[in-house]
Nanobody, 126 residues
Framework: QVQLVESGGGLVQAGGSLRLSCAAS????????MGWFRQAPGKAREFVAA????????YYADSVKGRFTISRNNAWNTLYLQMNSLKPEDTAVYYC???????????????????WGQGTQVTVSS
């Protein structure tokens, strides 16, 4: 069982930056693919970014590529999402997710992730 707790959301003006953190419980954090997803009001949850368990290879949605950076610190059981050049369309609840399968491949699909945080609100004003 993995528990995930996000922090770092808030209100920011367009063009600004935020850094989200996700603290994970358990001793197997380093063996899981980790991802960030988001859900805007009235819309489906969508993939934002993911990072592999080993080399730390990163993957991004086209809408955030070049602006967001996902990273992880396995010693601290923490996942990060650095968000720069924020746009109003980035407004959403952001969720941290863990694949939950040891040494798996990266997936863009939310159904492949077994554990989820409670979400943190990010609001970008124009």
């Amino acid at each position: 069982q993995v528990q995930l707790v996000e922090s770092g959301g808030g209100l920011v003006q367009a063009g600004g930056s935020l850094r989200l953190s996700c603290a994970a419980s358990g001793r197997t954090f380093g063996t899981y693919v980790m991802g960030w997803f988001r859900q805007a009001p009235g819309k489906a949850r969508e993939f934002v970014a993911a990072i592999s368990w080993g080399s730390g290879s990163t993957y991004y949605a086209d809408s955030v590529k070049g602006r967001f950076t996902i990273s992880r610190n396995n010693a601290w059981n923490t996942l990060y999402l650095q968000m720069n050049s924020l746009k109003p369309e980035d407004t959403a609840v952001y969720y941290c997710a863990a694949d939950g399968r040891l040494f798996s491949s990266v997936s863009y699909y939310s159904t492949e992730y077994a554990y989820w945080g409670q979400g943190t609100q990010v609001t970008v004003s124009s």
